[in-house]
């Protein structure tokens, strides 16, 4: 199969120096042959120490044969040129092409990983590595592997993860599809900035350097696209140095769409930085809303709101009543998706959250729900009493339901304090669970 890949492109045999310092010494640990798999959920026991490398190259590859050895040989390359030991790992999501026989015959090692997916491919290529200093990168030729060394030397200069940022760099005519350029990069980027309050320009950029401990250290899951938003993401929850350089993007070699969807990628990757962010998600929404349905409330129960040619009502009263209670919901599953998501250990301790909620008990809730119960109830007896002035007969909707809304609100809100209080409850019981010694 080797012979027939090479001979049908022409490619010359790599020339064999006798110095390359992307060769391990014989003393050194024997590598796995080429066909060697490592699943994601394999033990970090023995993949978390390098054998003495400087630098691992990673690069994933799905039917890379027209670009994998010329990114391999560039790569190498670099290494040299550095004066470091080094390697070149080839992690394979299931090429049907020559790319495995490419790879090997240029000096790179090859790993498999049969799951599909950009996150799954990588993080076996990561496992596998051999290196202190890791470069990851794709196989299709757009960046440029003869350039690595600042994001080599940032790393070894005690940063844990080096961004490449092509936006202060160069993005090349064709590079880069208008929608991603100008669109969904810059949104996402600002939205990743803005929810974890990372300075970094460039949230997906594909070239990028980290230390292999670290980096294996916080827990990467993801196997699609998002792994490269995983990546920064939990790089900045667990307190990690981060630093961006910038890099050269070009229009990729590989002669075929890229594996890349923008609207399906693109959602991936926002709704990572959701989920990893329940304060955006939940909690400052859920506050808004809530204050707002509040206010609403407060002013529509006693009059119209006129404004302009607009009149605002009873039926305004009845949404401002919706908003108070999906605020306060959200507010509460703000607190449900934090605790849970530090006890997974997928968001990190935040001791100041803590120390908050250390300070609101059960007993306190259920006071609270009384006094919303009591004052429902009140509100309820009031339009009851209105409907009995009347003799129970038909009433004038603008007058009770500013009666009637506020009420329901207030009880619909008591039950919903009581349910999460106790489901708080059973929160701090697993943690606790989780906690006692066997």
């Known amino acids: 199969m080797m012979r027939v890949c090479w001979r049908a492109r022409g490619i010359p045999k790599r020339p064999q120096t006798g110095d390359e310092h992307y060769k391990l010494d014989a003393t050194k640990q024997a590598l796995p042959p080429s066909n060697h798999m490592i699943s994601q959920s394999e033990s970090l026991d023995g993949l978390s120490r390098s054998d003495g490398l400087d630098v691992s190259v990673v ?10 050895g010329v990114c391999i040989e560039k790569a190498l390359s670099s290494i040299r040129q550095m004066g470091l030991q080094g390697e070149v790992v080839i992690a394979d ?38 290196g202190r200093v890791v470069v990851m990168g794709d196989a299709d030729d757009s960046y440029d592997w003869t350039a690595i060394a600042p994001i080599v030397s940032a790393v070894q200069n005690g940063n844990d993860l080096v961004m490449g940022n ?21 949104v996402l980027s600002f939205l990743g900035r803005l929810f ?17 401990q670290a980096i294996l250290g916080i827990g990467l899951q993801t196997t699609g696209m998002e792994f490269a938003s995983e990546m920064v993401v939990k790089a900045s929850l667990r307190g990690l140095k981060i630093a961006e350089v910038p890099v050269v993007l070009a229009p990729d070699g590989r002669g075929r769409p890229p594996h ?57 009263l009845a949404y401002a009543g919706a908003a108070v209670i999906l605020g306060a919901q959200m507010v509460v599953f703000a607190v449900f998706t934090k ?16 120390r908050v909620l250390s300070r609101v008990s059960l007993e306190a809730m ?4 009384l006094a919303l119960f009591v004052a429902g109830a009140v509100l309820t007896a009031v339009a009851i009493s209105t409907w009995s002035a009347g ?40 943690k606790h669970e989780d906690r006692t010694v066997p």
């Not at 709704?271 to 998600?281: A, E, G, I, V």
């Not at 605790?339 to 803590?354: C, S």
């Not at 259920?366 to 729900?369: F, V």
Request: with cysteine.
């Open 166 to 186: 092509r936006f202060i760099g160069t993005i090349k005519p064709g590079a880069m599809p208008f929608l991603h350029r100008y669109l969904g990069n810059p």
């Open 196 to 212: 974890f309050r990372v300075p970094i320009g460039d949230f997906h950029c594909g070239l990028r350097g980290f230390s292999r």
């Open 366 to 369: 259920l006071i609270l729900a």
């Open 391 to 430: 003799n129970f007969g038909g009433l004038d909707p603008r007058v009770t339901m500013r009666q009637v809304i506020p009420a329901v609100t207030a009880l619909a809100l008591s039950g919903e304090i009581v349910l999460a209080a106790f489901f708080l409850e059973v929160l701090r019981v697993a």
């Open 260 to 316: 890349l969807r923008t609207w399906r990628d693109g959602w991936r990757h926002l709704k990572f930085l959701l989920l990893y962010s329940p304060r955006w998600l939940l909690l400052l929404p859920g506050l808004a809303l809530f204050a707002l349905g509040l206010l609403a409330m407060t002013v529509l129960s006693q009059s119209v709101v006129v404004l302009g040619k607009l009149g605002l009502d009873i039926h305004s």
């Open 339 to 354: 605790i849970v998501g530090e006890q997974a250990g997928w968001l990190p301790p935040d001791n100041r959250f803590e």
């Open 93 to 130: 999501n299931g090429s049907t092409d020559c790319s495995v026989a490419i790879a090997e015959h240029c000096g790179a090692r090859v790993v498999h990983q049969p799951i599909k997916g950009y996150g799954a491919a990588l993080m076996t290529g990561i496992r596998a590595s051999r």
């Open 59 to 68: 690069m994933p590859c799905l039917n890379e044969e027209r670009t994998v």
